[in-house]
């Protein structure tokens, strides 16, 4: 019983100085319980860095693939661009797209103004370099034409003032092409010639009195019919 007694005493002082000593350590060394915080915390931010690092990374290299698709895709695009021919007939079958043709105009021709219903042949215009909305009018309807557009001359008169331009149908889109000093535009418009007539009203500050079309072969831009507006 003895003994007994003994090992209950030493159990319980050996729980005391257990205590005691967790005591000491929790006033004197707080550290050290933080310890395993801390080092929880830096292998946090330690990893929080390695996957900014990464990103990062990942998003140079997007940016780098973006920019060299780019690079590809405007070499690729410098390559297709047309070389235009000094033959007449070989330069036409290249203004296979409207962007061609307005392209075509504007660095190649300077717009000046004359009175007068008669444009230049196409042929002779391309030679020339020089004209008014007239020949421009003609020789853009008569290339779209000749590769498969839907054209036409489109002339049309307000205050006994007559104005050329150019209607077609593009990618199954009614457009209209108009042409001064600063050169040729082509512009969308609603599905009639009204519509046209209507957006021609507002970018001139003018009233149409009346329309009409030519046919794209013809150089005698007076429309055999009138419609009034």
Not at 151 to 161: G, K, P, Q, R, W
Not at 190 to 199: A, E, Q, V
Request: aromatic residues 12%; negative net charge.
């Amino acid at each position: 019983m003895k003994i007994i007694k003994n090992k209950k005493i030493l159990t319980i002082i050996i729980i005391l100085i257990i205590i005691f000593f967790g005591f000491l350590i929790v006033n004197k060394y707080p550290n050290l319980l933080s310890f395993n915080s801390e080092e929880k915390q830096e292998k946090e931010v330690k990893e929080e860095k390695q996957e900014k690092e990464v990103k990062e990374v990942k998003e140079v290299k997007e940016v780098k693939e973006v920019k060299e698709v780019k690079e590809v895709k405007e070499v690729k695009e410098v390559k297709e661009m047309v070389v235009y021919s000094d033959d007449f007939e070989e330069l036409i079958s290249q203004l296979n797209t409207s962007e061609r043709v307005i392209e075509f105009l504007n660095d190649n021709f300077t717009y000046s103004q004359r009175v007068g219903s008669d444009a230049l042949n196409p042929e002779e215009f391309f030679e020339e370099k020089n004209g008014s909305a007239q020949d421009f009018a003609s020789f853009a309807s008569y290339a779209l034409h000749k590769n498969g557009f839907i054209s036409f001359s489109f002339v049309y008169e307000s205050n006994d003032n007559t104005y050329y331009a150019v209607s077609l149908r593009d990618t199954d889109l009614p457009k209209y092409i108009y042409f001064d000093k600063a050169g040729a535009h082509i512009v969308s418009h609603g599905w009639s010639f009204r519509d046209l007539c209507k957006k021609e009203e507002e970018r001139l500050g003018i009233k149409i009195e009346r329309y009409g079309t030519v046919s794209p072969t013809s150089i005698k831009l007076e429309p055999q019919e009138w419609v009034n507006y």
